[in-house]
C-alpha cells in the first residue's frame, strides 16, 4: 500500500472526528403542548432549550404536521397591556438554557386542523441556523408541570 495515502486517508478521519465534536450539544426538556378546546384553531408549545455546546445556536423556526405554521412568540407589556410579538429568531447561549413558558416567549402553532387532546403526543422539529432540525414528541396537556404531576422527556443532539 501506498503510505501517503494511508496518511491522507487517517488525516480525513481525524478531521471528521473534529467536526462532529463540533455540533451543538442541545437538549429539549419537558416538551408540551397546551391542550385547549377544540373550537380553537391555535394553540401553544413550550420546552426548556440547554445548550451545552461551546457555542451559541439560533433557533430560527420550528414545525409540526399539527399546524399549517409556528411561529416563536415573546410577550411583552406595552404600555401596561401585555401582547404577543413575534420573533425572527431565538438565541441559545453556550452553557445556557433558554425556558419557553406560559406568559413568556413560547411557540405559537397556528393553523390546527384539529385541537389535540390530553394524552396525545405531537412530533415537534426545532430548525436551527446552522441548517440543522432537532426533533422531539410533545406531551399535550392543559396545564405546565407545576400544576400536575408529569414525568420529564430529555432528548439530546450530538
Not at 13 to 38: G, N, Y
Not at 117 to 145: F, H, M, N, Q, W
Request: charged fraction near 15%; hydrophobic fraction near 40%.
Amino acid at each position: 500500500m501506498n503510505k501517503p495515502w494511508i496518511a491522507a486517508l487517517a488525516a480525513g478521519f481525524v478531521s471528521l472526528a473534529v467536526v462532529a465534536e463540533q455540533q451543538p450539544d442541545i437538549v429539549l426538556d419537558d416538551v408540551w403542548v397546551r391542550a385547549l378546546p377544540p373550537t380553537q384553531t391555535n394553540t401553544a408549545a413550550y420546552l426548556t432549550i440547554s445548550n451545552l455546546s461551546e457555542q451559541a445556536i439560533t433557533v430560527t423556526g420550528a414545525s409540526t404536521q399539527l399546524a399549517d405554521t409556528v411561529e416563536i412568540h415573546t410577550t411583552r407589556d406595552i404600555e401596561g397591556y401585555m401582547r404577543m410579538e413575534q420573533l425572527q429568531d431565538l438565541s441559545v447561549p453556550a452553557g445556557q438554557s433558554v425556558q419557553l413558558a406560559p406568559g413568556g416567549t413560547h411557540l405559537m402553532l397556528m393553523g390546527l386542523a384539529s385541537m389535540p387532546v390530553p394524552g396525545d403526543t405531537v412530533r415537534l422539529c426545532l430548525e436551527l441556523a446552522s441548517g440543522d432540525a432537532i426533533c422531539t414528541e410533545a406531551d399535550v396537556r392543559k396545564t405546565a408541570v407545576g400544576q400536575q404531576t408529569h414525568d420529564h422527556h430529555k432528548h439530546h443532539q450530538k
